[in-house]
């Protein structure tokens, strides 16, 4: 099991989950401060899996120069640079677009509606 320490990116953590667990299909665990994944079978989570989607998701919202993701033991940390958090309105919740049927996750609405079309051949 890893843990994800996100207490400097709290604002964007459901959002991370989301887009997390989906790269590695891993089972999330919300904390406070945190959330935890579990492999779906036994098989230990790739860590550096984890590390490029985190790093991938923080790109995809311009915040990728601002923090580091540290790895120590089964420990992933987010740690903010500059020491500046990301603060957000906490509505509306999500920029991102996630397909209900399968729970594909883009930033883009247009993406997502090429997307869909899968499920409805
Ligand atoms: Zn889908």
New binding site residues.
Partial sequence: MLTIDCRDVASIKSELVVYVSDQVAAIPTLKIHEFMLSSLNDEKIDKNVVITAIKEFLESIGEGRNFAVISSNDVILIKSISGKTIERDPSPPSELFS??????VTNYEIELQN??K??YL
């Fill in positions: 397909c209900i049927h399968c729970g594909f997307h869909m899968i499920h």
